[in-house]
């Protein structure tokens, strides 16, 4: 049986922290370890974490808090280098996992290096309906997992392979999730399920996903991802973010290739991006056929830049 470490990271969390830790306690998959990491709460989220401690002996605690704020995503860099299990699931504070989460991912990841799953969205008693509307690929390319990130952090499983090469990039502050399901596609498959095993509680002041580029045509989608292009600000973070990735082994050189072309910022080598993705169509883009599969394809770089220029790496 393959061992799951669980790894929490928490701040001033105590409003919703006892729900998680009800929902962790209920997995039909045993915890090898929860792994909570308090990046200097001043509310009582530690004695709550503490309390279940006591109350859970069957699972195996491990808490610990920062001497120093790494924020959000740093934290969680920094906690999954504290795990053991063979397998590693990133938890967040305030959302309500399915009791059966764990035992279906772990009977579902086989020979993958990374899966992740489906999720309800929920704002207090109101359904807000799914995070993936739309059926993802059940095994993405890793050109499409480099230019095309789709996972969450509250989703995803993935092999304790992973932490050697995570752990060079402790120290930056990236998109945790993104950069993880990116650097096990660099060795392994990536699976997606669309089984919804997670509410993902989603609060007012939420940046990380909205719902209302839903209504948004898609000519003005690609209009915006034109326009992002003279944004300096975007331009710049997409190029560092790709420099970091430059240091990642691919195992397909067209991920390597399209890494190494992103990461000069330019625009030569943004649109040999986008021709690189054209060449290779039918592994971004499987739900469409024809001129929209290429226009799609070729757009990809820039609806990178558009939705994840502002914050995928910040200095």
């Known amino acids: 049986m393959k061992t799951v470490s669980v790894v929490m990271c928490t701040y001033n969390g105590e409003e919703y922290l006892r729900e998680q830790l009800d929902s962790l306690v209920r997995q039909t998959y045993p915890i090898h370890e929860l792994i909570i990491q308090d990046d200097g709460s001043t509310d009582n989220t530690l004695t709550i974490a503490r309390e279940y401690e006591e109350l859970h002996p069957e699972i195996p605690f491990r808490i610990y808090r920062n001497p120093q704020q790494l924020g959000y995503s740093r934290n969680f860099f920094s906690a999954y280098q504290k795990a053991t299990g063979d397998l590693i699931a990133s938890c967040d504070q305030d959302d309500v996992w399915e009791p059966r989460k764990l035992e279906v991912l772990v009977d579902k990841i086989e020979d993958c290096s990374f899966i992740f799953h489906n999720s309800t969205l929920f704002r207090g008693a109101e359904v807000l309906g799914k995070l993936h509307r739309k059926k993802l690929e059940e095994f993405p390319s890793p050109i499409h997992a480099l230019l095309a990130p789709q996972s969450f952090g509250h989703q ?12 060079p990039f402790a120290a930056y502050n990236l998109s945790y999730d993104y950069f993880t399901y990116t650097v096990c596609s660099s060795f392994g498959a990536i699976r997606y399920l669309d089984d919804s095993l997670v509410r993902w509680r989603r609060h007012d002041q939420a940046t990380t996903y909205s719902g209302s580029r839903g209504s948004e045509s898609k000519l003005s989608g690609y209009i915006r991802a034109v326009s992002s292009l003279s944004k300096r600000s975007n331009r710049e973070t997409t190029r560092n973010y790709f420099k970091l990735c430059t240091h990642i082994r691919f195992r397909d050189q067209t991920a390597e290739k399209a890494a190494f072309y992103m990461s000069k910022g330019d625009l030569w080598h943004i649109f040999k ?3 690189l993705c054209l060449k290779h169509k039918r592994e971004l883009v499987t739900d469409k056929k024809g001129a929209i599969q290429s226009l799609r394809a070729f757009f990809t770089p820039l609806f990178f830049i558009r939705d994840h220029g502002r914050y995928i790496y910040r200095n």
Not at 156 to 167: C, D, M, N, S, W
């Open 273 to 275: 991006t986008c021709y």
């Open 156 to 167: 995803i499983l993935f092999t304790k392979q992973a932490l050697p090469l995570l752990q």
